[in-house]
């Protein structure tokens, strides 16, 4: 069944520099999200892509999307201590746009 | 606006009692309405979600249960927890499909330990 697996489960950066999480999905889709999620909080949503768009950008924030490997990723660019938090793609479950599933997430720490 | 309530915050149950988790949504109208819980070690799993009043889809089957007695109102439940319940519960909402945006929204969470 349709799941976003992230990679890898955590990442530990120092401030100004990049990162980059991966997602991997089972199921074909139509648009996958990334969700951020900040210790003891809700989910929060960052960005969406299509299908058809390879690529999607937002502030620091830069997505992109495979669908031939059924993969995605999320890049970070001059984080900062504040984007310390875990990060989740979500594919929708069924065919059509929900509901989403969520996997385990990239535990992200950036260090001041 | 729309804002997500969902409550209580924190609770601490004893094995074999009984759980109400309340979510309510605010500012729009007939919202796809989602359960998830988030368990240690185990990511964030979909329980329930609902696209209509009395339409509940149930994607793990388990003691817990969902309803949704009003348009904007979600409610999860049990009859006799289990050690396996406790976790992180959240509610969320989006749009309806006819949309075609399915942003979801989440509330604060309710972190349920049973003992």
């Known amino acids: 069944s349709q799941q976003g697996e992230e990679d890898p489960q955590a990442l530990s950066i120092q401030e100004g520099e990049n990162a980059t999480m991966n997602c991997s999905y089972k199921?074909?889709?139509?648009?996958l999200q990334w969700y951020r999620q900040n210790s003891g909080r809700g989910l929060v949503h960052l960005i969406l892509?299509?299908?058809?768009?390879r690529e999607k950008h937002s502030g620091r924030l830069r997505v992109t999307l495979d669908t031939s490997k059924k993969s995605s990723s999320l890049l970070i660019t001059a984080s900062r201590a504040a984007d310390t938090a875990s990060y989740f793609c979500a594919p929708p479950l069924h065919s059509g746009n929900t509901p989403l599933v969520f996997g385990k997430g990239t535990r992200l720490s950036v260090i001041a | 606006s729309q804002t997500i309530h969902q409550w209580p915050a924190t609770l601490v149950q004893p094995v074999g009692s009984p759980l109400s988790l309340e979510c309510t949504v605010e500012g729009t109208s007939n919202p796809n309405l989602y359960w998830y819980r988030q368990a240690a070690g185990r990511g964030l799993q979909l329980l329930f979600y609902?696209?209509?009043?009395?339409?509940i889809s149930s994607e793990v089957p388990q003691n817990l249960s969902a309803s949704r007695p009003q348009d904007r109102q979600f409610i999860l439940s049990s009859k006799k927890l289990l050690l396996s319940d406790s976790g992180f519960y959240l509610c969320?909402?989006?749009?309806?499909?006819?949309?075609?945006?399915?942003?979801?929204?989440f509330g604060a969470g309710s972190r349920l330990t049973v003992l």
């Open positions: 199921t074909s889709i139509n648009n």
């Open positions: 609902s696209v209509g009043i009395g339409q």
């Open positions: 969320a909402w989006s749009r309806d499909r006819a949309s075609g945006a399915n942003v979801l929204t």
């Open positions: 892509i299509r299908s058809n768009e």
